[in-house]
């Protein structure tokens, strides 16, 4: 895995070759639920004006490996706020215990998309006290994080783009696509099991529906948490070094669009 993680860090880092990535946790409260989010930064002169995005991970949550993708990130020149969306005490050791409490936001789309848009929030407002300026603000998403993110968009946040990787594309509110302010961004696998065509189709019918700048590419060959290095069930979720890429590079050229 760490050699994974090695030849995606060579392959990703783009803007900002061997900078130095600050990370610094910091701590919010919601509705009486502590959350211990990470802000994590290029250390680059403030004067320069950097795209921000908060970063919600996969269903693991605020572990080492979504660590080091958000550092990833960070490094190819973004300000990212690694959220903490199951609040502090919340830390899924497998699989299973994983599932359960990605499970209890998704049935609550109205606590997700709260919890998603406090860390909006709070990664402006962070980087305006670190001193740094803001080109505009994003949303990313990994599996469930793409998931969390979408919703976070339909929800009507200030958002300049929103992007999807290998998230599910379902909703419960179709119609709240309207609310959709700025442009978005599903990076899927043709051959995810867990997002059939179906799902996607509606995803189609429903961004048309919202006259939404939307977007969907899909890679062949490519199932669940193709980005994930730790990723190893064959066919169903694992990871590809070649799509993780072309994701990478997709974002980039769409966040380089939205927020110019």
Known sequence: MLR???LTALSLISMTVNAQINTAIVKHKLAGTQFESILVSPDIASSAAMRAVVMVPNWMGMDKNNLEQAKLIAA?????????????KVRPKDAAE???AAGKLKADRTQLRARVAQA??????????KG????????IGFCFGGTSVLELARSGAELAGTVSFHGGLDTPTPNDAKNIQ???LALHGADDPYVPREQVLAFEDEMRAGNVDWQLLSFGGAVHSFTDPSANAKGQADYNERVAMRAYAAMDAFFAETMP
């Open 182 to 184: 700025g442009k978005v």
């Open 76 to 88: 190819r020149g973004y300000v990212v706020l690694l959220a903490d969306v199951y609040g502090s």
């Open 98 to 100: 994983a599932g359960a």
């Open 132 to 139: 740094i300026t803001l080109k505009g603000t994003g949303a």
């Open 120 to 129: 909006l929030n709070l990664l402006q407002s962070e980087a305006k006290s």
């Open 4 to 6: 994974a993680l090695t």
